[in-house]
């Protein structure tokens, strides 16, 4: 979710800002920019000039726009963007130079509408589609109203805006000084000898200090090239005497002792398990500025559906292959149960090459963390073509299926590095169940004291997934134990309900990273065949959480334990009678039935990374995969 930098000291920065976006391309590479104080002509009392280059694609591509027009300075910023507000283009490229400062990025400032109808209102002119910019002119307005540094400045102009950030800012008016800011999003410092760094994560720093004060939420600070002073920003609610109050901290350094790639991973031995362990934050970022708890509402701006075109909506029909097809079947659940409305979903391979019948009252749910897999995107052209109206739930902003979509509902979990999807699998939960939520209030079907149960139960996830995270050496024991032996060659995954499309998940994870065999399947259909495959090698993973489907899943891990299975069972804490007779337990936080996939599939991640990690193949990259797959 965006990469920025800064460097304030008596060396050359350009390469340096470069250098340390270079490390941070896993955080977004669909453009990238450089804004430079040059202060040549400062000797002869001519002002600083700040300029700025920008260029769309990945870094190779400022590269080549810098070769073309090189700058000189040794204050500056630069950021890598991974789009939210706005398009990959030049124009909205960062820095955002708007009069005298210059402005880099990484979050979503939540106010963004009615900021942007306010400065707009105040004959303020935009030159790009999104949220930074309006950071920039509220900065700009604030030094042009006498603001003394561009510290109180920057203080001034973020007492306005909700949100996650991390800011950089520069200004021609004042060219010895950096001013960064955090809220939410990552932002480190790095003091060196007679320099001073900032940027999202370690790895961009480690070249030139290991030592880093890891600013805390609230945190503004002032760099110059002999260190870093730092305020702590607490900004009032409407109507008290004073807007903000700051308060002078004191951030010790911290020595780090990273080696650049375990760095990027922070620390993790993979990115997948580094993406398993940033759900929570991923959920929140899902979340953010949607949940209106206040009307057990959901914020469906971006669903770009009006009342009456909701009433004409006659079915749901969600697209999707893979992990987003399993993320899609849950999606179908909560459509039917709390929308009241007809749902199917469709596996987008099989549904291009069918007859499929669809048109004018189908809404089309088309799901991919990419937003590029080459079926949904046929899929999704085919169901347009034919009149019906088609929803993108995406990751990755722009992107294909947005584009070729009427509207999309961004899962804003950050880039996915990993080729197996975790944190993307769970944000689209969380975004499929506020499309619900969002459809079943307007069409009258779901009650506001559900909504807001719902709704609480949302917000109050990620607290809970952590927990289930923290753990996480419990499944490490149990992948050893259970599917690291030699005997465990197939795997059966069973859940109903909610917990079906979790024991699907759960196979796939399996099969894709660690090679061994793993079949998905609805409890209730086991005895229909797979059944016969279950020995005393066998082992069964079944996903059985306290729902209205737990007594028949403790009649079906009965008859797995009848057959010598071994079964290894996800449950609610506190769960005695599958404890009683399964080999293995993992627990998960109480949860409404409704919220338990979000917490059922945490423990089934881990398994498989912890099998595949045990069985030492490459985790991040498995054979024959590709992240995004762009062929038929
Ligand atoms: O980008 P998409 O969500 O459209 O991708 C769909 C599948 O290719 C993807 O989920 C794939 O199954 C992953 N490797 C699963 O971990």
């Known amino acids: 979710m965006c990469g920025i930098v800064g460097y304030i000291g008596p060396r050359s920065c350009a390469s340096i800002l470069v250098d340390g976006l270079r490390k941070l391309e896993y955080r977004g590479y669909d453009s990238a920019g450089l804004a430079i104080l040059d202060t040549r ?17 990945k870094l190779s591509h400022l590269d080549d726009a810098l070769r073309e027009h090189p700058l000189v300075g040794s204050v500056g910023i630069g950021h890598t963007r991974w789009a939210t507000h706005g398009r990959p283009t030049e124009a909205n490229a960062h820095p955002h130079l708007v009069g005298e400062v210059a402005v880099v990025h990484n979050g979503i400032l939540e106010n963004h509408v009615e900021l942007r109808q306010d400065l707009i209102a105040r004959g303020r002119k935009f030159s790009s589609e999104t949220d930074t910019e309006i950071a920039a002119h509220l900065i700009d307005i604030e030094l042009a109203n006498g603001a003394k540094t561009l510290l109180e ?7 306005h805006v909700r949100g996650a950030y991390a800011i950089a800012v520069v200004s021609r008016k004042e060219p010895d000084v950096v001013v960064v800011a955090k809220s939410f999003s990552p932002l480190v410092v790095g003091i060196g000898e007679g320099e001073t760094f900032a940027a999202s994560d370690v790895p961009a720093l480690l070249a030139h200090t290991r030592d880093i004060i890891f600013l805390e939420d609230g945190d ?3 760099l110059r090239a002999g260190g870093a002073k730092i305020e702590r920003l607490l900004v009032h609610g409407d109507g008290a005497p004073e807007r903000f109050t700051v308060t002078p901290v004191v951030r010790t350094p911290k020595r780090v002792d990273w080696s650049p790639s375990q760095a990027e991973k922070q620390g993790y031995k993979h990115f997948m398990l580094k993406e398993i362990f940033e759900q929570p934050a991923a959920i929140e970022n899902t979340l953010r500025g949607r949940v209106v708890l206040e009307t057990s509402d959901v914020d469906g701006t971006e669903i770009g559906l009006s009342e009456e075109a909701v009433k004409k909506i006659r079915r749901v029909v969600l697209l999707a292959c893979g992990t987003s097809h399993h993320s899609a079947i849950a999606g179908r659940n909560w459509i039917e149960s709390i929308a009241k409305l007809p749902a199917q979903v ?7 090459y069918r007859d499929a019948i669809i048109g004018e009252g189908d809404l089309v749910v088309a799901v991919s963390q990419s937003g590029e897999t080459a079926d949904t995107l046929a899929a999704v ?26 509207a999309a509902l961004y899962t804003h979990a950050g880039p996915e590095i990993g080729v197996a999807s975790t944190k993307c699998f769970t944000a689209q939960l969380a975004a499929l169940l506020l499309l619900s939520i969002w459809l079943g209030r307007r069409r009258g079907s779901l009650p506001e004291a559900r909504a807001q149960q719902l709704l609480q139960g949302l917000v109050e996830m990620p607290s809970h997934m952590r927990e289930v995270l923290e753990h996480a050496e419990i499944c490490q024991k149990v992948a050893r134990r259970q599917i690291y032996t030699p005997e465990a060659r197939d795997c059966l995954f069973l859940g109903r309900g909610l917990s079906y499309p979790i024991a699907l998940e759960g196979a796939l994870k399996l099969k894709e990273i660690s090679y061994v065999h793993a079949e998905g399947y609805a409890a209730g259909e086991m005895k229909h065949g797979p059944i016969a495959l279950i020995d005393s090698q066998m082992p069964v993973i079944v996903v059985a959480p306290k729902d209205q489907h737990y007594e028949k899943i403790a009649s079906n891990v009965q008859e797995v334990c009848a057959r010598d299975g071994r079964v290894i069972a996800v449950v609610t804490k506190g769960d005695t009678s599958i404890a009683a007779v399964a080999q293995d337990v993992i627990e998960v936080p109480d949860a409404d039935p409704d919220l338990t996939p979000f917490l059922t599939v945490l423990p089934l991640q881990l398994l498989s990374y912890y099998a595949a990690d045990l069985k030492g193949t ?10 995004t797959v762009t062929v038929e």
């Open 346 to 352: 469709e596996l987008a391979s099989e549904f291009r």
């Open 618 to 627: 490459d985790v991040d990259q498995p054979r024959n995969l590709a992240k």
């Open 153 to 159: 400045a920057t203080k001034n102009a973020l007492s």
């Open 220 to 222: 503004i600070a002032e």
């Open 41 to 57: 002509a400062m000797s002869a009392g001519e002002p600083a000039k700040l300029n700025v280059v920008r260029a769309v694609g």
């Open 381 to 406: 052209r085919d169901a347009k073509r034919q009149g019906a109206t088609i929803l993108a739930i995406a990751n990755v902003v722009g992107s294909a299926i947005p584009r070729a979509s009427d």
